[in-house]
T-cell receptor, first 111, second 118 residues
């Protein structure tokens, strides 16, 4: 079963707006990662945040992690039509090597 | 960054035939490779973890006799779908974990293979 739950399942915004996606998980983790997937394609690694980190930035991406609430958020600022894709969070559990994916958020950025 | 390739990218086969999918790490040695399955508009489901030189570890509910995994070298893992049926039609994605592990812990994904069983 999937550990991660993401909301919203789908998000539609206008170009230039910010997009925020949330992810919750259930077990203890070593790190949490965010991936992007264009329709019918492979995954692209976006950013990794360790369990002892609270916030991380990479370009227009900002990720937060709250281990007390077992949740993370991905913020994409100044969105572009090219950001249209599915975004998945994935957790690396402390107990093993498995990377478990959330259900994903389908982001549509309208030009 | 590291590159993982998959071949073929797309395959259509008749029901009852077997299909082999190759996954290669092109510029690093991957001691561990993972195979995922993704149905349309759904998330990735881990099928099995493959360690070089040893038997794969399958997730609960995944038939090891139907989905044969071989990881004979540090750069190649194969997934064979035996006696494929239409319900096996899916997007299969492999992934290789960089052996540096630890805090870098980056898992590289292949571009996926679209399997359609008629």
């Amino acid at each position: 079963s999937q550990q991660g739950e993401e909301d919203p399942q789908a998000l539609s915004i206008q170009e230039g707006e910010n997009a925020t996606m949330n992810c919750s998980y259930k077990t203890s983790i070593n790190n949490l990662q965010w991936y992007r997937q264009n329709s019918g394609r492979g995954l692209v690694h976006l950013i990794l945040i360790r369990s002892n980190e609270r916030e991380k930035h990479s370009g227009r991406l900002r990720v937060t992690l709250d281990t007390s609430k077992k949740s993370s958020s991905l913020l994409i600022t100044a969105s572009r039509a090219a950001d249209t894709a599915s975004y998945f969070c994935a957790t690396r559990e402390t107990s093993g090597s498995r990377l478990t994916f959330g259900e994903g958020t389908q982001l549509t950025v309208n030009p | 960054g590291a590159v993982v390739s998959q071949h073929p990218s797309r395959v259509i086969c008749k029901s009852g035939t077997s299909v082999k999918i190759e996954c290669r790490s092109l510029d690093f040695q991957a001691t561990t490779m993972f195979w995922y399955r993704q149905f349309p508009k759904q998330s990735l489901m881990l099928m099995a973890t493959s360690n070089e030189g040893s038997k794969a570890t399958y997730e609960q509910g995944v038939e090891k006799d139907k989905f044969l995994i071989n990881h004979a070298s540090l750069t190649l893992s194969t997934l064979t779908v035996t006696s494929a049926h239409p319900e096996d039609s899916s997007f299969y994605i492999c992934s290789a974990r960089s052996p540096s592990g630890g805090s870098t812990d980056t898992q590289y994904f292949g571009p996926g293979t679209r399997l359609t069983v008629l």
